[in-house]
């Protein structure tokens, strides 16, 4: 074919549908039996699908040879024999965190219904509120049971790529997850008898550390208190009586401190005098 290539650059020339490479997509059908895991595959070359290798035998024209190498490898690091049907004994856990990935890479992926019962890839939903002097951060794991959130949590707080619960299912930590449990411990939260909480001077950082981050929930409350922070000359104070004209520079500055006091913050105003 690459001789073919080569001369077409000189001369037109005519070549044969039987002699022309196709590409197609492999389908992977995963489903779940007892103790092990099957797959049944399909080329699909477009109007021609193939269900097995006998079937690629009767094919009209040839397929890339290079990608087919690849699918049956991926199949014996799966476990799986080099074939359109077998059945593996890998473990489910196994299955999802490392083989699945590398399955989606080379084409399409089926799973049944026992096994998409077990995976859950959904990012956590992240909400910040504020409480009673310090903010607190929870991660909605709605999709598992509450009695197990806690253990969770933990093996997201530690960096770990997955957390198994009772049942079998397998929660995925994605790689934004785990970016927002590092950052929150980056910024000094802490974690203890199954909650995230920080300090609420932490507000305007954590809130420009998730400003873009559409997973991250932040109360009303929390919301104004960061914007406070950033606009303390917009800061709503009550009517005060001060025997002086202020200037400018000092009527913000006894917004600031009312501000800081409202949210029960400390703080220091002095200039250079």
């Known amino acids: 074919m690459q001789i073919c290539n080569i001369i077409s650059n000189?001369?037109?020339?005519?070549?044969?549908?039987?002699?022309?490479?196709?590409?197609?997509?492999?389908?992977?059908?995963?489903?779940?039996?007892?103790?092990?895991?099957?797959?049944?595959?399909?080329?699909s070359f477009g109007e021609k699908q193939a269900h097995s290798k006998q079937d690629l035998l009767s094919l009209p024209y040839t397929y890339q040879a290079s990608k087919a190498r690849k699918i049956y490898h991926q199949l014996l690091s799966a476990g799986f024999k080099e074939d359109f049907h077998s059945l593996s004994k890998i473990k489910v856990v196994d299955f999802f965190l490392k083989e699945l990935p590398r399955f989606r890479t080379l084409g399409q992926v089926q799973l049944d219904e026992s096994l998409e019962k077990l995976l859950v890839e959904d990012p956590a939903v992240i909400d910040i509120f504020d409480d009673e002097g310090f903010l607190s951060i929870q991660f909605d794991f709605s999709m598992i049971s509450e009695d197990e959130v806690e253990k969770a949590i933990q093996?997201?707080?530690?960096?770990?790529?997955?957390?198994q619960t009772k049942q079998g299912k397998v929660l995925v930590f994605d790689d934004e997850s785990l970016k927002v449990a590092q950052s929150l411990q980056d910024l000094r939260a802490k974690f203890s008898d199954g909650k995230i909480k920080m300090h609420k001077s932490r507000a305007y950082s954590l809130s420009e550390t998730f400003k873009d981050n559409e997973h991250v929930n932040f109360s009303r409350?929390?919301?104004?208190?960061?914007?406070?922070?950033?606009?303390?000359?917009?800061?709503?104070?009550?009517?005060?009586e001060v025997k002086a004209k202020l200037r400018s520079y000092q009527k913000e500055g006894v917004k600031w401190l009312s501000m800081l006091d409202h949210y029960h913050f400390g703080g220091i105003l002095a200039d250079d005098m």
């Open 10 to 43: 000189y001369v037109p020339i005519s070549i044969s549908d039987e002699l022309q490479i196709h590409d197609f997509i492999p389908i992977f059908a995963f489903s779940k039996t007892r103790n092990e895991i099957a797959v049944n595959m399909v080329w």
């Open 155 to 163: 093996a997201l707080w530690n960096q770990e790529s997955h957390y």
């Open 221 to 240: 409350d929390f919301k104004k208190m960061a914007y406070d922070l950033t606009h303390p000359e917009e800061f709503d104070i009550k009517p005060y």
